[in-house]
């Protein structure tokens, strides 16, 4: 079975979504203030859900105790506090005169 697309054309679909656009506009125009009001009120309904997630609902949950407990690793632990046992006597074992004044 063959389609033959030259006889399939797009302006009657775009004019019927076009008319139907218009009068979509022109009902909303007419309409106005109830308009208004609807997307109010879907706005307030959507505040009030984000209000509930976010603030009332965190409050009225408990938070999760993990039993677990955290604990170091020896060998990263010794490593960690020998590197700082060698930067302190490096500190401290630094000559501290003052340096001449290259002005005088």
Known sequence: MKINLSSFSITPIIHNLESMLKKLVWTIGKQAFWFILVILFIEMIFAEFLIYQYVISVEIKE??????SVGLQKKAYDTIIKKWQTQD??????????PSNPFQ
């Open 63 to 68: 938070p999760e105790i993990t039993d677990s």
């Open 89 to 98: 006597d490096f500190f401290k074992n630094y000559p501290s005169n003052n």
